[in-house]
């Protein structure tokens, strides 16, 4: 599979604060990426994407960060809450249509 | 909208038997349906891809003949772990699309523990 994300960190916020997650892919050819939220024992859910010829998209409350040159992502959530707490993926879509997840980030939010 | 409905949730087989999973898209057509596995504390691994109709694409190491796919309709794609054993045990996701490159609707998952 793809390598997206070398290992998996754990980061940690106060409630109210600015969370900034980041992801690295590998494949340069990769044309769409999907942040997902897992929580324990669940399936991921669907956070925001962003197309290759985007370099910034907003949700609610959320941004996604794509640069193509250095293959990088981020993930940023305003106002981090403590259902904000879980793990975070993000995926790449590459060859083929198949999605490959990179190796995620545990988000803590302390209240 | 973009339900993906699985079931089991839960399953504990023996060892040597198949368990048989299955994954629905219950408010649209996936033309694609992946699954991925997943052990504690790691990502989803993309075992195999499967469009309506024709033969599932495993991912390099995954034995075709150990997790059977089968996608016969639009909206069910089933996953058979045949002859089953622990180290089979696992989070086995699937996850759906409409349309390509459009984002994959996940089912819950279901825990298999093989004893």
């Known amino acids: 599979g793809e390598n997206v994300g070398l290992h998996l960190p754990t980061l940690s916020v106060q409630e109210g604060d600015n969370s900034i997650i980041n992801c690295a892919y590998s494949?340069?050819?990769?044309?769409?990426f999907i942040w997902y939220k897992q929580e324990s024992g669940k399936g991921p859910q669907f956070i925001i994407d962003?197309?290759?010829?985007?370099d910034k998209r907003q949700g609610q409350r959320v941004t996604v960060l794509l640069n193509k040159t250095v293959k990088h992502l981020s993930l940023q959530i305003a106002a981090t809450q403590p259902g904000d707490s879980a793990v975070y993926f993000c995926?790449?879509?590459?060859?083929?249509?198949?999605?490959?997840f990179g190796s995620g980030t545990k988000l803590n939010v302390k209240p | 909208g973009a339900v993906v409905s699985q079931h089991p949730s839960r399953v504990i087989c023996k060892s040597g038997t198949s368990v048989k999973i299955e994954c629905r898209s219950l408010?649209?057509?996936?033309?694609?349906m992946f699954w991925y596995r997943q052990f504690p504390k790691q990502s989803l691994m993309l075992m195999a891809t499967?469009?309506?109709?024709?033969?599932?694409?495993?991912e390099q190491g995954v034995e075709k003949d150990k997790f059977l796919i089968n996608h016969a309709s639009l909206t069910l794609s089933t996953l058979t772990v045949t002859s089953a054993h622990p180290e089979d045990s696992s989070f086995y996701i699937c996850?759906?699309?409409?349309?390509?490159?459009?984002?994959?609707?996940f089912g819950n998952g279901t825990r298999l523990t093989v004893t």
């Open positions: 996850s759906a699309t409409g349309t390509p490159s459009s984002p994959l609707h």
């Open positions: 494949n340069s050819a990769s044309d769409y």
């Open positions: 962003i197309r290759s010829n985007m």
């Open positions: 995926a790449e879509n590459s060859n083929f249509n198949k999605f490959y």
């Open positions: 408010d649209f057509q996936a033309t694609t």
């Open positions: 499967s469009n309506e109709g024709s033969k599932a694409t495993y």
